[in-house]
């Protein structure tokens, strides 16, 4: 039987992926969207966080496919 390291494959290789690339991506959406949640009233700000989320999910995905082989 092959160990991961023979076939290339790593157990965790997704989540791995997730982590290295999700803080990086956060700060810099956050960077993006901080001047406008800086003027925005409550709602607006919840609406700004839910985009940012949604954002971060889908960059993070294009990086870190989830059907993706690792």
Request: charged share 35%; hydrophobic share 40%.
């Amino acid at each position: 039987m092959k160990t991961s390291h023979e076939t290339g494959f790593v157990a965790d290789g997704f989540q791995r992926a997730r982590v290295a690339t999700e803080s990086q991506i956060r700060k810099d959406i956050e960077r993006e969207y901080a001047s406008r949640i800086a003027t925005a009233s409550i709602i607006q700000r919840w609406r700004l966080k839910r985009e940012m989320k949604k954002q971060i999910a889908e960059r993070v995905a294009r990086v870190a496919p989830p059907d993706a082989l690792y």
